[in-house]
Protein backbone atom coordinates (compact mmCIF):
# COMPACT_ATOMS: atom_id res chain seq x y z
CA UNK A 1 0.00 0.00 0.00
CA UNK A 2 1.39 3.83 -0.64
CA UNK A 3 1.04 6.23 1.33
CA UNK A 4 -2.20 8.53 1.13
CA UNK A 5 -4.07 11.35 3.28
CA UNK A 6 -7.02 9.83 5.23
CA UNK A 7 -10.18 11.99 5.49
CA UNK A 8 -13.41 11.03 7.32
CA UNK A 9 -15.86 13.67 6.78
CA UNK A 10 -19.05 13.87 9.10
CA UNK A 11 -21.15 14.74 6.11
CA UNK A 12 -22.13 14.01 2.05
CA UNK A 13 -21.12 17.70 1.43
CA UNK A 14 -17.97 17.21 3.83
CA UNK A 15 -16.83 13.90 1.58
CA UNK A 16 -17.29 16.06 -1.81
CA UNK A 17 -15.41 18.50 -0.89
CA UNK A 18 -12.61 16.64 0.17
CA UNK A 19 -12.56 14.29 -2.77
CA UNK A 20 -12.77 17.36 -4.95
CA UNK A 21 -10.03 19.37 -3.11
CA UNK A 22 -7.61 16.14 -3.55
CA UNK A 23 -5.29 15.78 -6.10
CA UNK A 24 -6.44 12.49 -7.11
CA UNK A 25 -8.91 11.27 -4.29
CA UNK A 26 -10.98 8.21 -4.25
CA UNK A 27 -14.21 7.11 -1.84
CA UNK A 28 -14.16 4.43 0.59
CA UNK A 29 -17.31 2.56 0.86
CA UNK A 30 -16.79 -1.10 2.94
CA UNK A 31 -13.22 -1.50 1.27
CA UNK A 32 -13.89 -4.73 0.33
CA UNK A 33 -13.00 -3.72 -3.21
CA UNK A 34 -10.80 -1.00 -2.92
CA UNK A 35 -8.73 -1.32 0.12
CA UNK A 36 -7.86 -4.90 -1.66
CA UNK A 37 -6.34 -2.63 -4.70
CA UNK A 38 -4.70 -0.11 -2.78
CA UNK A 39 -2.41 -3.45 -0.92
CA UNK A 40 -1.72 -4.53 -4.19
CA UNK A 41 -0.39 -1.12 -5.32
CA UNK A 42 -2.73 -1.58 -8.37
CA UNK A 43 -4.00 2.26 -7.45
CA UNK A 44 -2.23 5.12 -5.91
CA UNK A 45 -4.65 7.47 -4.65
CA UNK A 46 -3.27 10.67 -3.04
CA UNK A 47 -6.20 11.09 -0.52
CA UNK A 48 -8.49 8.25 1.03
CA UNK A 49 -12.22 9.74 1.90
CA UNK A 50 -13.65 7.17 3.67
CA UNK A 51 -17.66 7.52 3.87
CA UNK A 52 -18.21 5.67 7.10
CA UNK A 53 -19.30 8.88 9.41
CA UNK A 54 -20.81 10.57 6.15
CA UNK A 55 -24.72 10.05 7.08
CA UNK A 56 -25.53 7.63 4.28
CA UNK A 57 -26.52 4.92 5.24
CA UNK A 58 -30.37 3.59 6.48
CA UNK A 59 -33.31 2.16 4.65
CA UNK A 60 -36.57 4.00 4.50
CA UNK A 61 -39.84 3.43 2.75
CA UNK A 62 -41.98 6.29 1.38
CA UNK A 63 -45.32 5.00 -0.20
CA UNK A 64 -44.30 3.35 -3.20
CA UNK A 65 -40.59 3.53 -2.66
CA UNK A 66 -37.86 2.11 -1.19
CA UNK A 67 -34.61 4.32 -0.47
CA UNK A 68 -31.42 2.96 0.71
CA UNK A 69 -28.52 5.15 1.30
CA UNK A 70 -25.24 4.99 -0.33
CA UNK A 71 -23.32 3.27 2.30
CA UNK A 72 -26.31 0.91 3.91
CA UNK A 73 -24.46 -2.75 4.31
CA UNK A 74 -25.98 -5.99 2.47
CA UNK A 75 -26.67 -7.38 5.53
CA UNK A 76 -29.00 -4.22 6.53
CA UNK A 77 -30.68 -4.85 2.84
CA UNK A 78 -31.17 -8.09 3.92
CA UNK A 79 -32.47 -7.99 6.74
CA UNK A 80 -34.55 -5.09 6.51
CA UNK A 81 -37.85 -5.29 7.40
CA UNK A 82 -39.27 -3.00 5.31
CA UNK A 83 -37.50 -4.34 2.38
CA UNK A 84 -38.34 -7.96 3.08
CA UNK A 85 -41.87 -6.75 3.54
CA UNK A 86 -41.72 -4.54 -0.27
CA UNK A 87 -39.59 -6.39 -2.28
CA UNK A 88 -38.25 -9.28 -0.76
CA UNK A 89 -36.67 -10.41 -3.89
CA UNK A 90 -33.79 -7.22 -2.68
CA UNK A 91 -33.92 -8.65 0.41
CA UNK A 92 -33.13 -12.09 -0.71
CA UNK A 93 -30.54 -10.55 -3.61
CA UNK A 94 -28.46 -8.82 -0.80
CA UNK A 95 -28.73 -12.14 1.43
CA UNK A 96 -27.12 -14.17 -1.33
CA UNK A 97 -23.75 -11.50 -1.94
CA UNK A 98 -20.41 -13.29 -0.70
CA UNK A 99 -19.73 -14.31 2.82
CA UNK A 100 -21.33 -12.63 6.05
CA UNK A 101 -17.68 -10.63 6.04
CA UNK A 102 -18.43 -8.89 2.75
CA UNK A 103 -21.94 -8.70 3.35
CA UNK A 104 -21.44 -6.49 6.86
CA UNK A 105 -18.90 -4.43 5.27
CA UNK A 106 -19.72 -4.13 1.70
CA UNK A 107 -22.24 -1.43 0.53
CA UNK A 108 -24.90 -0.71 -2.06
CA UNK A 109 -23.36 2.31 -3.42
CA UNK A 110 -19.55 0.72 -3.32
CA UNK A 111 -21.44 -2.12 -5.37
CA UNK A 112 -23.14 -0.08 -7.96
CA UNK A 113 -19.98 2.33 -8.25
CA UNK A 114 -17.99 -0.58 -9.15
CA UNK A 115 -20.29 -1.83 -11.36
CA UNK A 116 -18.49 -5.55 -11.42
CA UNK A 117 -19.94 -7.38 -14.27
CA UNK A 118 -20.62 -10.44 -11.64
CA UNK A 119 -21.84 -8.11 -9.31
CA UNK A 120 -25.95 -8.59 -8.17
CA UNK A 121 -27.16 -5.46 -7.36
CA UNK A 122 -27.23 -4.21 -11.02
CA UNK A 123 -30.17 -6.70 -12.16
CA UNK A 124 -31.78 -5.24 -9.21
CA UNK A 125 -31.04 -1.46 -10.28
CA UNK A 126 -31.78 -2.92 -13.51
CA UNK A 127 -34.41 -4.77 -13.20
CA UNK A 128 -36.67 -2.74 -10.63
CA UNK A 129 -35.93 0.46 -12.45
CA UNK A 130 -34.12 2.06 -9.61
CA UNK A 131 -32.46 5.71 -9.78
CA UNK A 132 -29.47 6.69 -8.72
CA UNK A 133 -28.72 9.66 -6.27
CA UNK A 134 -25.64 11.48 -6.37
CA UNK A 135 -24.69 14.84 -4.78
CA UNK A 136 -25.29 16.02 -8.20
CA UNK A 137 -28.41 14.60 -9.86
CA UNK A 138 -30.36 11.40 -10.21
CA UNK A 139 -29.28 9.15 -12.33
CA UNK A 140 -32.25 6.46 -14.42
CA UNK A 141 -31.24 2.93 -14.06
CA UNK A 142 -30.78 2.54 -17.49
CA UNK A 143 -28.35 5.31 -17.97
CA UNK A 144 -26.17 4.20 -14.87
CA UNK A 145 -24.03 1.00 -16.22
CA UNK A 146 -22.09 1.79 -19.39
CA UNK A 147 -19.39 -0.44 -19.26
CA UNK A 148 -17.39 -3.08 -17.34
CA UNK A 149 -16.36 -1.56 -14.29
CA UNK A 150 -17.78 1.73 -15.98
CA UNK A 151 -20.71 3.90 -14.89
CA UNK A 152 -22.02 7.29 -15.49
CA UNK A 153 -20.41 9.06 -12.58
CA UNK A 154 -18.44 11.63 -13.32
CA UNK A 155 -14.96 12.19 -11.46
CA UNK A 156 -15.88 12.99 -8.09
CA UNK A 157 -19.61 12.04 -8.21
CA UNK A 158 -20.83 10.52 -4.72
CA UNK A 159 -23.62 8.30 -4.48
CA UNK A 160 -25.76 8.97 -2.02
CA UNK A 161 -28.60 7.13 -1.97
CA UNK A 162 -30.84 4.58 -4.53
CA UNK A 163 -34.18 4.85 -4.60
CA UNK A 164 -36.76 1.47 -5.81
CA UNK A 165 -40.24 2.06 -6.63
CA UNK A 166 -41.80 -0.97 -5.05
CA UNK A 167 -43.12 -3.60 -7.78
CA UNK A 168 -46.25 -5.73 -7.99
CA UNK A 169 -43.42 -8.70 -8.18
CA UNK A 170 -40.16 -9.40 -8.37
CA UNK A 171 -37.74 -12.28 -8.13
CA UNK A 172 -33.96 -12.99 -8.66
CA UNK A 173 -32.39 -16.15 -9.50
CA UNK A 174 -28.02 -16.59 -9.56
CA UNK A 175 -26.36 -19.46 -10.68
CA UNK A 176 -22.95 -18.37 -8.07
CA UNK A 177 -19.42 -19.03 -8.41
CA UNK A 178 -19.45 -21.38 -5.34
CA UNK A 179 -16.03 -19.51 -4.16
CA UNK A 180 -17.01 -15.99 -3.96
CA UNK A 181 -20.89 -16.28 -4.58
CA UNK A 182 -20.67 -13.55 -7.33
CA UNK A 183 -22.93 -14.15 -10.45
CA UNK A 184 -21.89 -16.46 -13.17
CA UNK A 185 -25.72 -15.30 -14.39
CA UNK A 186 -28.05 -13.62 -12.46
CA UNK A 187 -31.15 -12.79 -13.23
CA UNK A 188 -34.24 -10.64 -11.69
CA UNK A 189 -38.03 -10.55 -13.57
CA UNK A 190 -40.15 -7.77 -12.18
CA UNK A 191 -43.67 -6.60 -12.97
CA UNK A 192 -43.14 -3.04 -12.31
CA UNK A 193 -45.44 -0.14 -12.86
CA UNK A 194 -43.16 0.40 -16.15
CA UNK A 195 -44.61 -3.22 -17.28
CA UNK A 196 -41.87 -6.68 -17.55
CA UNK A 197 -38.57 -6.07 -17.09
CA UNK A 198 -36.02 -8.84 -17.20
CA UNK A 199 -32.54 -7.65 -16.56
CA UNK A 200 -29.55 -9.91 -16.44
CA UNK A 201 -26.08 -9.45 -14.55
CA UNK A 202 -22.97 -11.45 -14.94
CA UNK A 203 -23.38 -12.26 -18.40
CA UNK A 204 -21.62 -9.58 -20.58
CA UNK A 205 -18.94 -6.45 -19.89
CA UNK A 206 -22.51 -4.70 -17.83
CA UNK A 207 -26.16 -5.62 -16.46
CA UNK A 208 -28.43 -5.59 -19.31
CA UNK A 209 -32.11 -6.06 -20.33
CA UNK A 210 -33.24 -8.73 -22.09
CA UNK A 211 -35.76 -7.18 -23.93
CA UNK A 212 -36.81 -10.67 -26.19
CA UNK A 213 -38.07 -11.77 -23.00
CA UNK A 214 -39.84 -8.80 -21.68
CA UNK A 215 -41.82 -8.41 -25.10
CA UNK A 216 -42.93 -12.41 -24.78
CA UNK A 217 -43.96 -12.42 -20.84
CA UNK A 218 -45.49 -8.91 -21.78
CA UNK A 219 -48.30 -11.42 -23.44
CA UNK A 220 -48.10 -14.24 -21.21
CA UNK A 221 -46.39 -13.89 -17.75
CA UNK A 222 -45.07 -17.87 -17.48
CA UNK A 223 -41.79 -19.56 -17.35
CA UNK A 224 -43.19 -21.06 -20.47
CA UNK A 225 -43.25 -18.05 -22.59
CA UNK A 226 -39.49 -17.65 -22.59
CA UNK A 227 -38.74 -21.33 -24.12
CA UNK A 228 -37.06 -21.36 -27.30
CA UNK A 229 -36.13 -17.32 -26.42
CA UNK A 230 -32.36 -16.88 -26.90
CA UNK A 231 -31.14 -13.74 -25.80
CA UNK A 232 -28.32 -12.16 -27.21
CA UNK A 233 -25.24 -10.28 -25.71
CA UNK A 234 -21.43 -9.61 -26.28
CA UNK A 235 -21.19 -12.75 -23.55
CA UNK A 236 -18.31 -13.19 -21.41
CA UNK A 237 -16.05 -16.31 -21.58
CA UNK A 238 -13.87 -16.43 -18.56
CA UNK A 239 -12.49 -19.73 -16.51
CA UNK A 240 -15.74 -19.59 -14.59
CA UNK A 241 -18.10 -20.47 -17.97
CA UNK A 242 -17.70 -20.09 -21.76
CA UNK A 243 -20.53 -17.39 -23.27
CA UNK A 244 -22.23 -20.34 -24.83
CA UNK A 245 -22.77 -21.63 -21.34
CA UNK A 246 -23.82 -18.15 -19.85
CA UNK A 247 -26.18 -17.92 -22.86
CA UNK A 248 -27.94 -21.52 -21.95
CA UNK A 249 -27.87 -19.72 -18.02
CA UNK A 250 -29.54 -16.61 -19.20
CA UNK A 251 -32.67 -18.91 -20.24
CA UNK A 252 -32.48 -20.96 -16.96
CA UNK A 253 -32.26 -18.35 -14.54
CA UNK A 254 -35.10 -15.96 -16.24
CA UNK A 255 -37.02 -19.25 -16.01
CA UNK A 256 -36.52 -19.46 -12.10
CA UNK A 257 -37.21 -16.28 -11.52
CA UNK A 258 -40.35 -15.78 -13.70
CA UNK A 259 -41.59 -19.33 -12.22
CA UNK A 260 -41.47 -17.68 -8.54
CA UNK A 261 -43.46 -15.05 -9.35
CA UNK A 262 -45.84 -16.61 -12.49
C1 LIG B 1 -14.76 -12.25 -1.31
C2 LIG B 1 -15.77 -11.33 -1.97
C3 LIG B 1 -16.95 -11.87 -2.44
C4 LIG B 1 -17.90 -11.04 -3.06
N1 LIG B 1 -19.05 -11.60 -3.54
C5 LIG B 1 -19.96 -10.82 -4.15
C6 LIG B 1 -21.19 -11.36 -4.64
O1 LIG B 1 -21.50 -12.54 -4.51
N2 LIG B 1 -22.03 -10.52 -5.27
C7 LIG B 1 -21.78 -9.17 -5.39
O2 LIG B 1 -22.59 -8.44 -5.95
N3 LIG B 1 -20.64 -8.64 -4.91
C8 LIG B 1 -19.74 -9.42 -4.29
N4 LIG B 1 -18.60 -8.86 -3.79
C9 LIG B 1 -18.43 -7.39 -3.88
C10 LIG B 1 -18.83 -6.70 -2.57
O3 LIG B 1 -20.13 -7.09 -2.24
C11 LIG B 1 -18.81 -5.17 -2.60
O4 LIG B 1 -20.05 -4.63 -2.99
C12 LIG B 1 -17.82 -4.58 -3.53
O5 LIG B 1 -16.56 -5.20 -3.29
C13 LIG B 1 -17.69 -3.07 -3.26
O6 LIG B 1 -17.26 -2.95 -1.93
P1 LIG B 1 -17.58 -1.75 -0.99
O7 LIG B 1 -19.01 -1.45 -0.93
O8 LIG B 1 -16.87 -2.06 0.28
O9 LIG B 1 -16.93 -0.48 -1.73
P2 LIG B 1 -15.39 -0.02 -1.76
O10 LIG B 1 -14.52 -1.19 -2.01
O11 LIG B 1 -15.08 0.81 -0.57
O12 LIG B 1 -15.44 0.93 -3.03
C14 LIG B 1 -15.57 0.37 -4.33
C15 LIG B 1 -15.51 1.51 -5.37
O13 LIG B 1 -16.71 2.29 -5.30
C16 LIG B 1 -16.41 3.66 -5.03
N5 LIG B 1 -17.47 4.13 -4.13
C17 LIG B 1 -17.83 3.56 -2.96
N6 LIG B 1 -18.91 4.20 -2.45
C18 LIG B 1 -19.20 5.20 -3.33
C19 LIG B 1 -20.21 6.19 -3.35
N7 LIG B 1 -21.14 6.30 -2.38
N8 LIG B 1 -20.24 7.05 -4.40
C20 LIG B 1 -19.34 6.95 -5.40
N9 LIG B 1 -18.35 6.02 -5.42
C21 LIG B 1 -18.29 5.15 -4.40
C22 LIG B 1 -15.03 3.65 -4.38
O14 LIG B 1 -14.35 4.86 -4.57
C23 LIG B 1 -14.36 2.49 -5.12
O15 LIG B 1 -13.91 2.94 -6.38
C24 LIG B 1 -17.66 -9.65 -3.17
C25 LIG B 1 -16.47 -9.11 -2.68
C26 LIG B 1 -15.53 -9.92 -2.07
C27 LIG B 1 -14.27 -9.31 -1.53
Do not use: C, W
Not at 60 to 74: P, Q
Not at 90 to 103: C, F, N, T, W
Not at 133 to 149: L, N, V
Amino acid sequence: MYDFNYHRPASATDAAAARKAAADGVYLAGGMTLLPTLKQRLARNSDVVDLAAAGLAGIGRDGGTITIGAMSTHDSVATSSEVQSAIPALAALAGGIGDPQVRNRGTIGGSIANADPAADYPAAVLGLNATVHTDRRDIKAGDFFTGMFETALDDGELITKVTFPVPAAAAYAKFANLASRYAIVGVMAAKTGDGIRVAVTGAAGNAFRATAMEQALAGDFSAAALDGISVDADYNSDIHASAEYRRHLVGVMAKRAVGEIA
